[in-house]
């Protein structure tokens, strides 16, 4: 799957002062520290690459995709809220959008998809100078603020950041280094297996 991320979410879905809270710390002076390991928690989960395998707070993705399309795509990253643009780079290789008179977009459950209307087909004029002509770009997350994340998530990243905040190096002579297994379970319930 070619997914990339086009414009990123604006928000954390968690905050500094809610890990300080959680974490029981008074003091400012590890505020960059504490951002830089949420950034972190949030990047190992969230698009393109994220184990949760879905968007946490709204950004717009681009799915590109190879010709032999098929009647159905299923959009990665759910929850997906709409559809920004479907185009493809034409065999003059100007990127052209296509109509949303010839696809439908459902999004009533999960994966989210777009579908051809019957008797539509897609362009076939399009570029080879480009192994993934067709793109849609669409709008991914739960919402625009930390609230609209489900709490589960965001507990399982208070408790990420957490780790790694009171275990700042990754070795300890004479320890095995084990992951939080509770933590592992709370994504576990929310991972998006397509």
């Given at each position: 799957?070619?997914i ?23 003091i ?26 879905r ?5 717009t ?13 299923r959009?990665?990253?759910?929850p ?32 989210a998809?777009?579908v ?19 793109k ?10 930390a609230d ?9 990243i ?5 780790d ?26 929310y991972?998006?297996?397509?």
């Amino acid at each position: 799957m070619n997914i990339k991320v086009i414009t990123p979410p604006v928000k954390l879905p968690v905050s500094i002062a809610e890990i300080k809270e959680h974490l029981r710390i008074e003091i400012a002076d590890d505020d960059r520290d504490i951002e830089l390991k949420i950034r972190a928690v949030v990047a190992s989960l969230d698009p393109p690459d994220g184990r949760l395998g879905r968007a946490m707070i709204t950004q717009t993705l681009r799915l590109s995709l190879s010709p032999g399309l098929g009647s159905l795509i299923r959009l990665p990253y759910p929850p997906v809220q709409s559809i920004d643009s479907v185009s493809y780079l034409n065999s003059l290789d100007v990127e052209t959008e296509i109509s949303n008179s010839i696809y439908a977009f459902k999004n009533d459950q999960e994966p989210a998809f777009v579908v051809l209307k019957t008797g539509e087909q897609w362009p076939t004029d399009y570029s080879y100078n480009d192994p993934y002509p067709f793109k849609i770009n669409f709008i991914s997350g739960y919402g625009d603020n930390a609230d609209s994340v489900p709490e589960y998530i965001r507990l399982g990243i208070m408790m990420e950041v957490g780790d790694l905040y009171l275990q700042r190096e990754n070795i300890i002579i004479g320890q095995t280094l084990g992951h939080n297994e509770f933590t592992r379970r709370i994504f576990d319930n929310y991972i998006w297996r397509n």
